[in-house]
DNA sequence: CTTAATGTAACCACAAGAGTTACGCTTAGG
DNA sequence: CCTAAGCGTAACTCTTGTGGTTACATTAAG
């Protein structure tokens, strides 16, 4: 299933880095907000620190931040960085090649999924992790 | 996991009965094609009848064939019939209420991930069975 | 030197999907 | 009327992906 959480907890954790506005912080401690156990979020933060999108102090005091301001992190960088390379449902999917249509049928589908996901990404590069931050504070005092 | 081959084959499944232009097809036909289990195909085509994209006949020369022509079916209306409601991988997502950041993370992402998605069904919309057909038959007949 | 933290490996549990077998029901064609 | 073909669906197994957990080596602050 291609339906993991693995993006949604990592712009949880991002944002969360991101209020806590530049300290160390341990993955017990965003674990406890994410609601999960901390292994889990090194793992996937170890994918973010791969990506320079995030850095990591070891040893006592340790702990994980942003490495960039929220304005320069978009929500497509962090989806790109955590989620592995779209199958895009293809991967049971390998037709009779006999046939006329399942000769050429993989081709084409693969044509349109590929549109319809850079279609999907856009979407994700318009939003950054200021704006998540953003609507955060918005919940958080404005109140009508 | 959401990534699953169910949409893939459905397009499979209906560029084929197009190819066959309104006969009967039986489903051990079309297995035939895709390169899998005819019950695999019946289920499938279970959730496209009842989307009333195909008709299907029962008993001795029966079999499937698109009750529209390819024109009328778009790629979007496959994928609402045969995909279930998409989780955007929200299943395992449940963060601590307590957490200011878990509290209301939830919602902006729901939202952001709401868009994604329409931008990406926006795309399959832009795409017809026609479209499909034709770009079959570009490969079949069309040779520099 | 102690303590707190990262970085991984190893394992279990669970869920979803695909494939397969089986069987009842329906219908065309003789 | 009977038979053969084919749909509809349930039940099962196998595989894979993901999350959760424990464990442990490594690193660095104080």
Redesign the interface.
Known sequence: ?????????S??ML??LA?RQGAAVPSAEIA????TNPVVIRRLLSALVKARLVAARKGAAGGFSLSAPPEGIS?LGIYRAVEPKP??????????QK???????ET??GG??A???A??????AR?SLAD?HR??HA??TGRR
């Not at 046939?99 to 049928?105: D, E, L, W, Y």
Request: net charge neutral; aromatic share 8%; with cysteine.
């Open positions: 299933m291609s339906g993991n959480s693995r993006f949604a907890v712009v949880h944002a969360y209020y406890s907000s994410v609601d929500l199958d895009h449902g293809l991967r049971h999917f390998s037709p009779n046939c006329p249509v399942g000769a050429k049928i084409i589908l349109v999924l549109k319809a996901h279609s999907m990404e856009a979407e994700l939003v998540v609507q955060l919940v958080c």
